[in-house]
């Protein structure tokens, strides 16, 4: 895989930048830049040294329903636009200022909606707008930044951006289609697998089909276009306990092809699994409060990594003040047990033939995305990177991201946590069932799948992290009995919990999906084995207990359509 990237991101730089025949985006963008570069500047104030202009093009098919109808089936397309405009220089500008993109003083704000028509105009002119309101702005903050800097008692270590070669990209365009007609007919059987259980009162099917084409021009000379192509399916299923809590699960698909969504037959099986597996959950115990070893499958434990270590590794919040600085100023120390290594590579467009959301080309600051290795044996190596520096790293990895709206900061892609002392499966959970003998414990807990995390990594509040279980089991530590078990979510606080590893397993795992923070919501993958870990803390997940239906479902009568 290495020699593969090494290879790919030879050709990238090749690739001679010349648009497509029917791609009028990028020189009218180009266009509407450089006129701006050459004469944005109000009398008697600074010119802006550093402009970028981004349109995102996106269309989105999708079909859901439920109870073996099809609820929505539509094509959407859509395109928007996002500049950033920088007044001082690559020392310090008007970014430093965190109200900049919420300035008050200027009463109208221009909508980012660019032309889906084919009209050069009507997209210079939403990005002329733009780019004055983000000029002036960017004034105002920059005075901001001066001021404050005449009481600021620290010297200024680390730039405000970093100095980047101009990078020109442009991939070729690609004829997107997405027939939703054979879809509208799985999302009908697949759903009506549901009706067939009571308990479960509420089910949804859904397919989306979504092609992103990313445009990038910026004042250095930088010129990118992207496609990627997103394909998603998921089925859910909620009932409720005899207690009144909800229980719901879900079976998520994710592909960068088409051909990586499921079969009809296997996604009516897989939804048949999940109701069986839902009801199950319905009669399991809610377990208590109590600290306990855990063992994590390969998808948990790389939820776990990215929102413990990844979001506090991402190299903007080394800078803030605002943030906890779990890792900075630790380059060369030993955070992790000297068998974990960890690296980020977005240039992985699979891993053993599973699909990786967070696989990319060029970063959202049009920055080659590359591999960067972050922990070694143990030690901490490098931050993600986008191009905000931090001390002891002035440039950029490839890991600036956003979700369009947002200015990019260093951001995960693909987490990879390797270990050097893998186990199987068996000695994994023997090992679990070991070590709750040794301390005494009552229990230990198998954690298979979890819905997601959480993390905090300010200063003002508490350095903590919560995942959130959906599948997990109790194991006895007498008879080593596995109970499913529910309502818990495993909580602590990041250095401890990440130093309580005690062995790893020998299969490694892909968890997909989507990450949420200061710049937006952004595809990711994390790759990870099984683990193991001496303690963590559970407690009780969020209890807000209803009463189930007055009713039971309806009966629709036969001939008629169900």
Not at 16 to 44: C, F, H, K, Y
Not at 421 to 447: A, C, F, H, W
Not at 523 to 543: H, I, K
Request: aromatic share 10%.
């Amino acid at each position: 895989m290495n020699k593969y990237v090494v290879a790919f991101a030879i050709l990238l730089i090749s690739v001679p930048v010349t648009a497509g025949e029917n791609d009028w985006i990028l020189p009218a963008m180009t266009a509407e830049l450089e006129r701006n570069s050459a004469q944005l500047q109000l009398d008697g104030y600074d010119l802006p040294y550093f402009m970028s202009v981004t349109v995102r093009n996106l269309n989105r098919s999708y079909v859901s329903g439920k109870a073996g109808a099809v609820f929505q089936s539509a094509d959407v397309k859509s395109r928007f636009a996002s500049v950033d405009v920088r007044v001082g220089d690559y020392s310090m500008d008007s970014s430093e200022d965190p109200e900049e993109f919420f300035n008050l003083n200027q009463k109208y704000e221009p909508n980012n909606l660019v032309p889906i028509d084919e009209s050069e105009e009507g997209l210079r002119r939403v990005l002329w707008l733009l780019m004055d309101y983000r000029y002036k702005s960017a004034l105002m903050s920059f005075l901001t930044v001066k001021a404050k800097a005449v009481n600021d008692p620290k010297e200024r270590k680390v730039a405000s951006l970093s100095k980047e070669a101009p990078y020109k990209h442009i991939e070729p365009e690609k004829e997107w289609k997405f027939d939703r007609k054979p879809w509208e007919s799985i999302v009908r059987k697949v759903s009506t697998v549901f009706l067939d259980y009571d308990e479960i009162f509420d089910s949804s099917v859904e397919v989306a089909a979504v092609s992103l084409t990313r445009y990038m021009v910026n004042s250095e000379g930088s010129r990118v276009r992207t496609v990627d192509n997103y394909y998603q399916m998921f089925i859910t299923a909620v009932a409720r306990a005899d207690d009144g809590l909800l229980v719901q699960d879900s079976v998520s698909y994710y592909g960068r092809f088409e051909k990586d969504l499921p079969s009809a037959a296997k996604a009516e099986k897989d939804a048949r699994e999940l109701a069986q597996r839902v009801l199950a959950l319905r009669l399991a115990e809610v377990l208590e409060p109590q600290t306990v070893p855990v063992l994590m499958s390969p998808q948990a434990t790389g939820v776990f990594f990215h929102e413990t270590v990844g979001h506090r590794l991402e190299g903007f919040r080394q800078n803030s003040d605002e943030e906890g600085h779990t890792f900075k100023g630790q380059l060369g120390q030993r955070i992790l047990p000297e068998f974990i290594d960890i690296y980020d590579d977005p240039g992985m467009l699979d891993w053993e033939g599973e699909s990786l959301n967070g696989y990319y080309k060029v970063d959202d600051e049009g920055v080659l995305g590359s591999r960067v290795d972050l922990v070694e044996k143990g030690r901490l190596k490098g931050f993600l990177m986008g191009r905000r520096p931090v001390e002891g790293v002035d440039k950029s990895n490839g890991h600036g991201r956003s979700d369009g709206y947002q200015r990019p900061v260093g951001r995960m892609a693909t987490l990879v946590v390797k270990a050097s002392n893998s186990v199987t499966d068996g000695e994994l959970k023997q090992m679990l069932l070991d070590e709750v003998r040794r301390q005494g414990k009552p229990y230990g807990i198998i954690i298979d799948t979890i819905a997601g995390g959480a993390t905090n990594t300010s200063s003002y509040g508490f350095q903590a992290y919560k995942g959130m279980p959906r599948v997990a089991w109790r194991v006895d530590a007498e008879t080593g009995e596995a109970t499913l078990v529910r309502g818990f979510e495993v909580v602590g606080t990041p250095l401890s919990s990440i130093n309580r590893i005690l062995a790893t397993g020998d299969k490694y795992g892909v968890f997909n999906g989507y990450c949420g923070a200061e710049s937006g919501l952004v595809p990711v993958s994390a790759v990870a084995p099984a683990m193991l870990f001496a303690e963590m803390e559970t407690q009780r997940g969020s209890q807000n207990p209803e009463r189930p239906q007055i009713l039971k479902p309806p009966v629709v009568p036969k001939g008629k359509k169900r």
